[in-house]
């Protein structure tokens, strides 16, 4: 029962950042869309958006397995591994994008859809901050 009101809790205070993370990703993809639709810009801006969307999302959730690592084993080391593994997850995208002959990426849609990781850089800090003051209730 406790585990439950637990994760229910935790969702109700992570809503507001899937929240940011949904409504610029989709702001984001009407754009390209409408651009792409409108012969503006071409389909690879389309692809790259997604790729970036993708790369975003297992950042977030790298962040998310790095705190809950951090904090089960307080493990400093393998802390700064996942924020390198998370590096080499940002890089990889922009190495396709640069790299692929035929470029079915480009380089601006990945950035476009890389725009939710700039807006939500402080996430790890945040989730540190509540599960420190949770330890700290159930401690005192």
């Known amino acids: ?57 297992v950042a977030i959730i790298l962040i998310l397995l790095s705190v809950k690592i951090l904090l089960k084993t307080e493990n400093h080391y393998l802390y700064y591994f996942m924020y390198l593994v998370r590096i080499g997850v940002y890089v990889v995208p922009f190495l396709l994008a640069f790299l692929l002959p035929t470029t079915p990426f480009f380089y601006g849609g990945v950035l476009i859809g890389m725009i ?14 509540q599960e420190v003051a949770e330890k700290e209730s159930l401690v005192s």
């Open 1 to 57: 029962m406790y585990k439950q009101i637990k994760i229910k809790e935790r969702l109700k205070e992570n809503k507001k950042v899937l929240w940011i993370f949904a409504i610029i990703s989709l702001i984001s993809l009407i754009v390209i869309a409408i651009l792409v639709g409108t012969e503006t810009i071409g389909w690879n801006w389309l692809t790259g958006l997604i790729l970036g969307e993708i790369t975003t999302v």
């Open 116 to 129: 939710p990781v700039i807006a939500l850089s402080y996430l790890s800090g945040i989730l540190l901050k």
